[in-house]
């Protein structure tokens, strides 16, 4: 009988000793930071990213930091590890750096796509009184080039020629480090076009700087679908229509431009529960998002999925074919 309690005694000690393991190693986890790897402070990705840690930390209780990196480059590779739990990826960098192409040496092979969160637009601007008034016209004309400190400038331009029959030996080429840049290099006359997105600090510099030729104008991108075929060889993306707004600096009419998404990113590690969370949050939160950034207004619930040649994590494809959205649209 005295034995048969002191079995007891340590059964229910050795009850209790679990118990203690299991309800720390919960808290734990309830009280883990997941952590946003995003571009530097003032960037669209730092804003946007600190927009969806929010409503993750709001819907999801899942403490969030975002922590600014120098660049996708540099934090893709840690996403991929899981050393980094989330972070956005445009298309052309979750392309290379799955592949282990053009900025990357190596493949990040657990790189995983959670949601297309918002598209970036995409064009050539040119002063407002320019002759120019096509892609094609971009032919013998001077447009920067080199791009050495944001190589993903040099696919973006050259999708946009691609969409006029062009590429980037049908143009004169001066060097310059980035996109934003050869946009500078505009506002002083010294190349007659660049590329870039709408609504960034330098095209709304460049539109006061050339005010005396009108500002800045988008030309024009004729993209009919053997166009498209072209531009997707080298961009997934796909046209829009922009209308004349007070955000739209250089839109001076409906132009029909590029768009291509940004991907909210994770790793192969990432437990599915997570991902299906995080999925269907987002998929509910565009207006708690587009009180963080504007550029969410281009976020559509309804088309989150897009093939681009990436994997998309299991968790997040469970959530889309529970509201058919799988398999992705290209």
Not at 158 to 179: C, E, F, H, R, Y
Not at 207 to 230: H, K, Q, W, Y
Not at 304 to 320: D, L, N, Q, S
Request: proline letters at 6%.
């Amino acid at each position: 009988m005295l034995m048969r309690r002191a079995q007891v005694k340590r059964i229910c000690k050795l009850s209790v000793a679990v118990a203690v393991v299991l309800g720390a190693a919960t808290a734990a986890q309830a009280q883990q930071v997941r952590v946003i790897a995003s571009n530097p402070q003032g960037s669209i990705f730092y804003s946007a990213s600190v927009a969806i840690g929010k409503l993750l930390d709001e819907k999801l209780k899942m403490q969030i930091r975002v922590q600014p990196m120098g660049g996708s480059s540099t934090y893709i590779p840690l996403l991929n590890r899981g050393e980094v739990d989330f972070g956005l990826t445009n298309v052309d960098d979750s392309v290379m750096s799955f592949k282990g192409t053009g900025n990357f040496r190596q493949p990040n092979a657990d790189l995983r796509l959670i949601a297309a969160v918002f598209p970036l637009t995409l064009g050539a601007i040119v002063p407002n009184d320019s002759p120019i008034k096509s892609v094609k016209d971009l032919k013998g004309k001077i447009m920067p080039w080199g791009f050495n400190a944001q190589t993903t400038g040099r696919v973006l331009q050259q999708a946009v020629l691609a969409s006029g029959g062009l590429t980037i030996a049908d143009v004169k080429t001066v060097p310059t480090q980035s996109l934003f840049s050869g946009v500078d290099m505009l506002a002083e006359g010294k190349v007659e076009a660049a590329t870039i997105a709408i609504g960034t600090a330098q095209a709304q510099r460049a539109n006061v700087t050339l005010g005396s030729r009108g500002g800045i104008r988008f030309i024009e991108m004729d993209l009919t679908p053997e166009a498209m075929a072209r531009v997707r060889k080298i961009l997934p993306s796909r046209p829009i229509t922009i209308q004349p707004s007070a955000a739209a600096v250089g839109i001076v009419a409906p132009t029909t431009i590029l768009a291509y998404n940004i991907f909210f990113s994770t790793s192969a590690k990432m437990p599915d529960d997570v991902v299906y969370n995080v999925a269907k949050i987002i998929h509910g939160g565009r207006d708690e998002m587009l009180k963080g950034h504007p550029v969410f207004r281009g976020f559509d619930p309804n088309q989150m999925t897009e093939e681009i040649g990436v994997p998309w994590h299991p968790g997040a494809i469970k959530f889309y074919q529970e509201t058919k959205q799988w398999p992705p649209k290209s």
